[in-house]
């Protein structure tokens, strides 16, 4: 079974102040992650993902995320906070085996940027 | 421009009814899904089909069902029996390999009168 933690369901930073959103995530076998943003009352948008390769993953708006495997992390940053990043932030994972193909969301973290 | 479609924005139930919500997608994905969001509480996936005239449950697939008579269509339908339907309803569609991102729609909001 696979599942995901993200520590701190609310997060608030100030403009220009580095960004933290914590993800752990438990998978028996290598997973993927994923990164997805959401602003109210839209659907979700992917912000990066890890499959192999490469640990530390950049994506879109400056954000980028290191895959530990030694701690079950998947950690998302970006060094400096923009007015434009409060949303609410969604890590997810699924498996590399098996058959199951399903996506696991955390419960997800809403980021306040305070002026 | 390609995407994935959810009609309506806002949908609204009496007691007793059942209710259709709408996904359409123009990606050429075989793979569709069905999520349910409540506050606090994530996303937690409904139904989900790899392939047309297919499709298995999710983790809380209760009081809903779905068909997925066509590729580019994969409707919802929230029945009677789902006692607690408030909630925002999210599809979203996919290749079918693993590690393939989740395209999602603008969701619907579905209250009960």
């Known amino acids: 079974a696979q599942s995901v933690t993200q520590l701190g369901s609310h997060v608030s930073v100030s403009e220009g102040a580095l960004v933290l959103l914590r993800c752990n995530y438990s998978s028996s076998v290598p997973p993927y992650l994923f990164w997805y943003v959401q602003y109210p009352n839209q659907g979700l948008q992917l912000l990066l993902k890890?499959?192999?390769?490469?640990?530390l993953v950049k994506g879109i708006n400056g954000f980028e995320a290191e895959f530990k495997k030694s701690e079950t992390s998947f950690h998302l940053t970006k060094p400096s906070a923009h007015m434009s990043d409060a949303a609410e932030y969604f890590c997810a994972v699924t498996n590399s085996g098996g058959s199951n193909y399903k996506l696991t969301f955390g419960k997800g973290t809403l980021l306040t940027v305070n002026p | 421009d390609g995407g994935i479609t959810q009609s309506p924005k806002y949908l609204f139930r009496k007691e007793g009814q059942n209710v259709t919500l709408s996904c359409e997608q123009n990606l050429n994905h075989d793979a569709m899904y069905w999520y349910r969001q409540d506050p606090g509480q994530g996303l937690r996936l409904i139904y989900y089909?790899?392939?047309?005239?297919?499709?298995q449950k999710g983790d809380i697939a209760e009081g809903y069902s779905v068909s997925r008579e066509k590729k580019e269509s994969f409707p919802l339908t929230v029945t009677s029996a789902q006692k607690n339907p408030t909630a925002f309803y999210l599809c979203a569609s996919s290749y079918r390999g693993r590690g393939d991102i989740q395209y999602f729609g603008a969701g619907t909001r579905l209250s009960v009168l």
């Open positions: 890890y499959t192999t390769g490469a640990t």
């Open positions: 089909s790899q392939i047309v005239n297919d499709f």
